[in-house]
């Protein structure tokens, strides 16, 4: 069984690269039941709250997709004022969270470079 510490290494590298993203602010990587998996984030706030919720948020949508009988949902994108909250799956077991800040004006294009990042933490 792989450790916490090995999940934790593998996933470092894709955290590195969400940053990069332009308006990512913080990204944290968690498994579906909201075990914090990676963090990169400088925000005060509760970390491990932080990645319950982005499970929640991810599960809530799955069990609103599935009673309408549609496909789960590739990304689900919280809009305020001051930015964003964009959670996506990453493979059967992970889901990837960004904060980003409000002067992200191209959101399909972020969603597009996220999956990416997704897609190779699922693979893994």
Request: proline share 2%; hydrophobic share 45%; net charge neutral.
């Amino acid at each position: 069984m792989t450790d916490i510490a090995s999940i934790k290494r593998q996933i470092a590298p894709h955290l590195d690269a969400c940053m990069t993203l332009e308006g990512v602010l913080g990204c944290v990587v968690v498994s579906r039941t909201g075990v914090l998996l990676g963090k990169q984030i400088d925000h005060c706030l509760s970390i491990p709250s932080f990645a319950a919720m982005a499970a929640s948020i991810h599960g809530s949508a799955e069990a609103a997709t599935s009673m309408m009988q549609f496909s789960r949902p590739s990304s689900i994108f919280v809009e305020s004022d001051g930015g964003g909250i964009l959670v996506m799956g990453a493979g059967k077991d992970a889901l990837i969270t960004v904060i980003i800040n409000k002067s992200v004006t191209d959101i399909q294009s972020l969603k597009r470079k996220l999956a990416v990042i997704a897609d190779n933490i699922g693979g893994e």
